[in-house]
């Protein structure tokens, strides 16, 4: 039977994404930097590089434990998250005229979206450090993937989502045993109320880019888009940006990949793609900052974008100069013609956050920014079943 | 990139399950055998028993397309379906005294159940053959996914359902492109209203068992099952059955899997579990009878259980009784508790079908019918997200 025990990891230490301080990985719960700032995982490369040939990870186990070596050594929570399909959309390319257009698509993970990647990784280590209650603010998929992680592991989980959340997100992870509480206002309300309500001590905070481990189970996306790839990494990915922990975590990846050999130095431009109503991130991008000021008054019905700030910003604005990409925001309504347009040509019912990414993909072919045979990849992040369940959505004639 | 061609397959012929006439597979779709029972694709087996090695899967496409050379050879219409994860149920084992308890989590395949794998493999035949508009009567599930399929393969889709079916199935078809006609009764009374009303020929019937390859698709599970086990069947299967197509399918794949030397002659006792308001099969098992009546006003929450009778019937009869198995009969109450137990104690959003398994479990735990080691196989056939938006369900305090 493949049951996945602990694996052969070579995590070295925490290190912080801003001061660069250092402090090892212990059985404590690591939160952020004392300077304020996101830890990050770094390994002992150099081992994996002898250890671990790309070849090997043929007939691994088919989810994102397949990477054991550079992700964190404890016993898996699994749910069998990840390594999701890059799937061609052929039918969508040639309409556009662009042939070389895919989608990986999110939305086959457990809980229906890619926020099941983090919660693994991140619930695995927290239980093995004797974590018993998990809490979070959410706009929906993160705290559905935390409560079945946190059932899983047998941990009470404490929920708080803005009261705009869709209702089957709220039902969904009732369902899976959490406790959830509806507060006005946007995620980081949300995160202000946990954190004041909850108070100090007997809860771990699995918040974005809190704790270090969400992001580990994130990058394996980079990972994956290199494998999947023949590990020559596709020209372009366009990605929906909320707090931007995938986006983070696959250019780490493919930090880590081309240190192990693994891929050359070309990367994908980076497209980061966030709503009208709320586009911190292409503001700043825009203005040439390298940190982003809070949005005020979020609005958009795709509610994993409904993220007035993140605390990875500077990460998130360098990866994207880095790569020579872009970020651009587009109208709700453009997202729900996408995410019809995902369904209707090629059989993927995406989230409206799905749906951004073929819309901003529509604005980058208009202004020549992707070429014809580039290879373009669109991050579906989860199902649409969440989104459409009493509005007028985008239901046909 | 990894993109799958066409598939060296070794399918030979059509052959009736019933009266064993036998047809060639060729340009035509083919339907249901002149006899009125279905029609079963074989293969030359002694050709894939030499050509493939079990251990040659290793490797191959996470999708249950890796089994290429016992499914027709033509261009996949895929979005990723199968290879789904057998997950240990620990806590829940340890709770109940079974130590080798088992969850097929069918619920990440696309469009959320395992309809999805027998529509991949039937939509990408009749698209091969130049079928253009493709119908189905559905519970639910086998709608939304022949809507997707049939919107990657450009299909014009036309679906059947009762009219007592939940919403979100209604909407997430509707999303998909499919036109969707609801109708009294229960899913027999849609596939009688679907031939009326689209009348002869122009289209194609993918109802249950009418064509032969939804069933190749969802052989698929027993493939995997002994792939995921070592190629050591497990003891027990306990599967939700309406149609029956997964557990003839998964019979049928035994069968081959022996034949080829993969798996040797001791097979699972295969568990069939209905409702107690529509339980056509286990009313047949118990009266020792080969062909199951229809059941006169089928009444159960659990839409893909609310099917007064299968053209499989004695199919599935056969195979329960071959494999020394059963067939029960459970309450709604019991399936919703299943439910919410699934989600609670294994972070599973575990549909009532899913559900039900469990509740049969607990019957078979008290009767004595499985043992403390064994390996029983419960199949969570697919989410949850479909059924909870509305009433009160299983919400907890």
């Avoid at 070295?12 to 995982?41: I, Q």
């Avoid at 799937?87 to 698509?105: F, M, T, V, W």
């Avoid at 409206?352 to 604005?363: N, S």
Wanted: aromatic fraction near 6%; charge should be neutral.
């Amino acid at each position: 039977m493949r049951i996945l025990g602990p694996a052969p990891s070579c995590l070295d230490r925490l290190e912080c994404s801003l001061c660069t301080a250092v402090r090892p990985f212990g059985p404590e719960p690591a939160g952020l930097c004392t300077c304020g700032a996101p830890l990050l995982a770094r390994y002992r490369l150099d081992e994996v590089r002898k250890a671990l040939h790309r070849e090997d990870l043929r007939g691994r186990i088919a989810s994102l434990w397949r990477y054991a070596e550079i992700l964190p050594g404890v016993t898996p929570v699994t749910l069998g998250e990840g390594f999701t399909p890059l799937l061609p959309a052929s039918r969508l390319g040639r309409e556009l005229g662009l042939h070389g257009l895919l989608i990986k698509d999110e939305s086959v993970n457990p809980t229906g979206s890619f926020k099941a990647r983090g919660m693994s990784v991140a619930v695995s280590v927290a239980a093995a450090q004797g974590v018993r209650v998990a809490a979070t603010p959410s706009a929906g998929n993160a705290g559905s993937a935390l409560a079945a992680y946190g059932a899983r592991a047998g941990l009470q989980v404490q929920l708080f989502l803005p009261e705009t959340t869709p209702r089957p997100f709220v039902l969904e992870a009732r369902r899976l045993g959490a406790r959830v509480r509806l507060v006005p206002g946007s995620i980081a309300d949300a995160g202000r109320v946990m954190r004041e309500s909850l108070g100090q001590g007997g809860w771990f905070d699995f918040a974005t880019l809190r704790e270090p481990f969400r992001i580990e189970g994130k990058k394996t996306m980079g990972y994956e888009l290199a494998e999947q790839c023949g590990f020559e990494l596709p020209e372009v990915v366009i990605y929906p940006t909320g707090g931007g922990t995938g986006l983070i975590g696959m250019w780490k990846a493919f930090d880590e990949m081309e240190a192990l050999g693994w891929v050359g130095g070309r990367r994908p431009r980076m497209i980061v793609v966030q709503a009208e109503g709320c586009a911190p991130i292409v503001r700043a991008f825009e203005r040439g900052a390298d940190r982003a000021l809070p949005w005020p008054n979020p609005e958009t019905a795709a509610s994993g974008l409904r993220v007035p700030g993140s605390l990875g910003d500077f990460l998130i604005l360098k990866a994207v100069r880095e790569s020579g990409g872009t970020a651009l925001a587009v109208a709700d309504r453009e997202m729900m013609e996408g995410s019809a347009r995902l369904a209707r040509h090629e059989g993927i019912d995406a989230c409206p956050e799905g749906g951004a990414t073929l819309a901003a993909l529509l604005h980058l072919k208009q202004e020549g920014k992707v070429g014809a045979d580039e290879r373009i990849v669109l991050f579906n992040t989860g199902t649409g079943l969440k989104y459409f369940d009493a509005g007028p959505g985008i239901e046909p004639g």
